[in-house]
Every structure is written in C-alpha cells, then in structure tokens.
C-alpha cells in the first residue's frame, strides 16, 4: 500500500495525488498538517527517505523555519525532529511511502519513477 503525506494546499502534493489517481494506485492519504504527528514517525520517514541530513525534508522558506533558527548547524537532530512534530508546516511535501521506501515528491518525475519501481 502507497501512503502520501498530504497538504491538500499544495500544488505539488496534489499533483502526486493525481498522478496516484491517474495510474490506479491504491493508496491511503496522511494529512499531517491535520492529524497528530509523532518524533517516531518522523524518525522511520527519515530511514525511509534514506536521508543522512534531516533538513533535507524540511522547508527552509518557512517563517517557523527561520524563526526557530533551524540552519543553525548546533541544533540537533533530536530538536529537528521535535520541531516538524510541533510545527509539521516545515516538513517538504508530499512524501510518498511504498512499502519501506519513501521519498520526497518534487519534482513530479521522482514520483514517477518511484511508482515503477
């Protein structure tokens, strides 16, 4: 089963959510800006992504991004973590998650060379 971490408001998220719709996959839908996020979670997407830099699924852009000095290379990975659990607007959208796979969904042609995998 393919689960998408979801922002309804983002373009790009939907347009992986199409390209879902579009190849028939059977899939579940996380909103995470919505529903609980815990640092569990985050810990077993960071595995999943095989990601050795945690910023690499976050959004610098953000206000909470820099407001809570998250380049700051003192920070550690523990309060990266505590940080898109407490505010999950900074992680990067969409993730897709195919069995213990996942990656990030930008741009589209990652999702869909995942998908054929």
């Known amino acids: 089963m393919i689960k998408i971490w979801h922002n309804s408001r983002c373009g790009k998220s939907r347009d992986s959510k199409n ?3 579009e190849k028939k996959c059977e899939y579940e839908i996380f909103e995470y800006l919505k529903q609980p996020i815990t640092q569990e979670m985050i810990k077993d997407l960071i ?3 095989e990601i050795s830099n945690i910023r690499e ?9 820099k407001n809570l000095d998250l380049d700051n290379e003192n ?10 659990v ?9 993730i ?4 213990d796979k996942a990656i990030i969904g930008r741009p589209i042609e990652k999702v869909i060379t995942f998908l054929a995998k």
């Open 96 to 99: 897709i998650i195919k069995n």
């Open 19 to 21: 390209l879902l719709d």
């Open 47 to 49: 595995k999943k992504l």
């Open 57 to 65: 699924m976050m959004r610098p852009k953000e206000v909470e991004y």
């Open 75 to 84: 920070k550690t990975d523990n309060e990266l973590i505590k940080a898109m």
């Open 86 to 94: 407490e505010f999950p607007k900074i992680i990067e959208r969409p």
